[in-house]
């Protein structure tokens, strides 16, 4: 009679590597901008990081064929008045980036191949909408030229990049908007904000379908990402500044699936899933570890994989698209 006293699972021996020295990027000066957003972005051809910048602020584009010494001439992306605060590539075109500043707007880039010397200034279109300044940026996950940004003048604003219009604009949120994810086809968004709430919003509808009040009992800022079940993944703090995470079902917000309490630090958890094994990373800044879990059907819904631990503490952190990365030695996540 055998009974298998491990879990069954395909991820439990996952583990992580650190790049070689020649597979990186030296001399690059990071933001040092406090702000919650990962400050880097990076899809299968190009890594792109906010940077420190003199008067305004710019970001560095570089292509992930050319590792190594950063040449100091390499041309930055200037075009932001105020400091860069966040940045994400197209999901449609690995050329096209959007970022967004302390100058409240928005800008969306044609990153050429080949990079040339002079620094790129001139976007494709400045979206201006926003009265204060913009702190999240996030493209629709399906549709095609669909942006998503949200500022600290508590409003999201849905732009059609093609002409540079607001389509949908949506001020349902009293305080600061923590973060903005959609779920898997871009039917649904959800938010957390300072007011501690968690909602879950229909932009077709424009409101607010689903709201729970403090999923975390903690005041520290929350995250929350959709898996692809459809539930939603959170990151918080306890009311003894414990980090935790949690699960939780849209349609019945009473009761959590799982909630984990996992260490003391004040460092905000980022979270990165991947729908394709259920996986999701926690990665915090000034963290020099990035835990994994897997997230399944049976009880306790979350389970703890393992942890990845570096030497140097996380300044900001990207999650390559699947198609970036190499199958042949199996890697399942980059």
């Given at each position: ?12 021996h ?41 008067g ?9 064929s ?12 200037t ?18 980036l ?13 990153i ?23 702190g ?9 030229n ?23 604009s949506?001020?349902?949120?009293p ?39 403090a ?12 898996t692809?079940?459809g539930?939603l993944?959170?990151t ?19 009761e ?15 979270p ?26 049976e009880p ?31 890697e399942?996540?980059?």
């Amino acid at each position: 009679m055998s009974r298998s006293i491990v879990r069954q699972s395909k991820f439990r021996h996952v583990f992580g590597q650190a790049g070689k020295t020649e597979q990186g990027y030296d001399d690059i000066r990071v933001s040092k901008v406090t702000w919650d957003s990962s400050f880097c972005a990076v899809n299968p051809k190009f890594l792109a990081v906010i940077v420190e910048s003199s008067g305004g602020g710019a970001f560095l584009v570089l292509p992930l064929s050319k590792m190594g010494r950063l040449d100091k001439n390499h041309p930055l992306v200037t075009g932001h008045t105020g400091p860069v605060l966040d940045i994400d590539w197209c999901p449609h075109n690995d050329n096209i980036l959007a970022s967004c500043s302390e100058d409240t707007t928005a800008m969306v880039w044609q990153i050429p191949d080949q990079m040339g010397t002079r620094p790129i200034s001139e976007p494709i279109v400045v979206l201006e909408g926003h009265s204060k300044r913009v702190g999240i940026v996030t493209w629709h996950p399906t549709a095609r030229n669909i942006l998503l940004t949200a500022g600290s003048d508590n409003l999201i604003i849905i732009w059609n990049v093609g002409t540079g219009e607001a389509l949908i604009s949506m001020d349902d949120h009293p305080d600061l908007i923590y973060n903005v994810s959609w779920n898997r086809n871009g039917s649904l968004f959800c938010t957390t904000c300072k007011d501690r709430r968690l909602r879950v919003c229909d932009p077709r509808k424009r409101e607010v379908v689903a709201e729970r009040m403090a999923p975390h009992d903690g005041i520290r800022p929350m995250r929350a990402i959709f898996t692809r079940d459809g539930n939603l993944f959170t990151t918080g703090f306890t009311r003894m500044s414990q980090r935790e995470l949690g699960l939780w079902d849209p349609t019945s917000f009473e009761e959590p699936i799982a909630l984990l309490e996992l260490d003391t630090s004040n460092g905000v958890l980022l979270p990165y899933y991947d729908p394709d094994t259920n996986m999701v990373y926690l990665c915090g800044k000034g963290d020099s570890s990035i835990r994994y879990f897997e997230i399944t059907e049976e009880p306790p819904y979350v389970h703890y994989l393992s942890t990845f631990s570096s030497k140097e503490p996380q300044r900001g952190m990207g999650f390559m698209p699947k198609r970036g990365v190499d199958v042949s030695k199996c890697e399942i996540a980059r």
